[in-house]
Nanobody, 122 residues
Framework: EVQLVESGGGLVQAGGSLRLSCAAS????????IGWFRQAPGKEREGISC????????YYEDSVKGRFTISSDNAKNTVYLQMNSLRPEDTAVYYC???????????????WGQGTQVTVSS
């Protein structure tokens, strides 16, 4: 069974930082692309970053470029999203997902975590 479990969300002041974790199990970690997505109420789910663990390539959406960093610890089957310089507009439910396609289109991903809430106060 493929499982993805996000953790690390919470409430933070504008300008602060959070580190999200996505713990994966039930599949060969190195064969998958892992993406981070977010969705605020009333807005479309958007892809913000992804990583392929077979060569370490990464991608960042312009809205988070320079502020967020995606990384992986293959020994722990875990992908992280370090979020710095957080803004109120970053407030959303954050999801990790696994798939085989290098894309930020949400519905090209095959497996999803439950999401973790990130709230940034001003």
């Amino acid at each position: 069974e493929v499982q993805l479990v996000e953790s690390g969300g919470g409430l933070v002041q504008a300008g602060g930082s959070l580190r999200l974790s996505c713990a994966a199990s039930g599949f060969t970690f190195d064969d998958y692309i892992i993406g981070w997505f977010r969705q605020a109420p009333g807005k479309e789910r958007e892809g913000i970053s992804c990583i392929t663990n077979n060569d370490g390539s990464t991608y960042y959406e312009d809205s988070v470029k320079g502020r967020f960093t995606i990384s992986s610890d293959n020994a722990k089957n875990t992908v992280y999203l370090q979020m710095n310089s957080l803004r109120p507009e970053d407030t959303a439910v954050y999801y990790c997902a696994a798939g085989f396609v290098w894309t930020m289109r949400p519905y090209q991903y095959d497996h999803w975590g439950q999401g973790t809430q990130v709230t940034v106060s001003s």
